[in-house]
């Protein structure tokens, strides 16, 4: 248990100090949300409507663009054969470095919502629900793109490749996130519907996840 | 015969080489009795003349999802039992399907023009084939992304194995944000249950498209292991050189 929360107080520290890049991701999603209105025109109606489209497609490309850090640098400067070697189930390393990774990363995604919310014109009811559902399913991003990034890590140049294996994988994450947002903004539908299967995919990628990461880290590096 | 004596490469290479004329053979007879009653079949009192995509689509269809089905099969062959033409048979599988799919996807596309008066419609069925289509793509390229055949298994394996548990969740995620956003615009091929002048030319060319695969399948794991032979063969004959 020390181990892993040692690893996960280390994963974070390095994240957030000089060289990380955990918050080039909210720089990166703040740039995307500003992007949109350049691109369909400032109409402040219809951004109110893609709202919350906008704001999931902005987390998932920027949750995907620091994804190829969860294992490259550990990878480049040795630690990661370390921690295929100890003694700590390497399944359960790899969700601390996930977990850890999602605070450092996803987390500030989340805290910067409603600040771009108020750029597309979301009201606060609105960008509660956004902010709400990228709560429940962004870790979902984060555990199942793990997976791309652990078989990316053994092929040496996989940073193109982990998009194109990720991003079909992430789909109905995308799509119960924002029909969830929807339904809370617009209705007809009760929240409560996508929400709970928002969270169950969740739960369902916290134990795939680390099984499949660490499977083909175990038979990658060799 | 059994599944462990094939492990041996030549033993596979001598089996196959036996089956694969016959095999070839039942397609090619298999195919023209399907396609002649195909033909023969009558027009639908709907559909016209255009009923007749059917018979091509759905093989094609089925297939794409079975090719996976085979694949999930050879990666737990290749992570589980290491069994050694696992990986070869999923990884000639691959294009097979990715193949598969695309025909689903055409033919499905020109039987939606004159049906539903549109080539693409985001309907929950196109767009989960389009995604499987997608992950097919995405897999032969991570195949290609390594060059040592035993690494690039491994991880094809896991990626197989992955997107066989998320192919149910995002055909089924998707038949729900269907439902969800579009109400029922697309004309359905509801119609009359389909009847035996149409069922059983169907099952006939099910048939003939499943041989399809078993032969192209057969054939393809043939050159890949002669490929993988030349390979080191070329290998061994640099370290020689260098030697």
Known sequence: MTALSALMRRDIRIALRVGGGALIGVLFFLTVTVLMPFAVGPDLALLTRLGPAILWLGALLASLLTLDRLFMADHEDGSLDLIVMSRTPLELACAAKALAHWLAAGLPLIVATPVLGLLLNLDGSATLAVALTLLAGTPALTFTGMIGAALAVTLHRGGLLLAVLVLPLSIPVLIFGVAASQAAIIGPLPFGTPFSILCALSLVSFVVGPFAAAASLRHGLD | MSLIDLANPTKFLALTARVLPWLAGATAILLLVGLYQSAMAPDDYQQGATVKIMFIHVPNAWLSMFVWGI??????????????????????????????????????????????????????????????FLMYLGLIALWHAVEDPSRAARAAAVLTLVGAINIPIIKFSVDWWNTLHQPASVIRMGGPTLDNAFLIPLLVMAIAFSLLFITLHLAAMRNEILRRRVRSLQMMQANQRAA
């Open chain 2, 71 to 132: 694949m999930s099969i050879a990666s737990l062959g290749t992570l589980v039992w290491r069994h050694p033409l696992a990986d070869v048979a999923a990884k000639s599988a691959a294009p097979i399907g990715a193949a598969f799919t695309f025909l689903a996807l055409v033919t499905g596309s020109l039987w939606g023009r004159p049906m539903w008066g549109t080539y693409w419609e985001w309907d929950a069925r196109l767009t989960s084939v389009l995604i499987l």
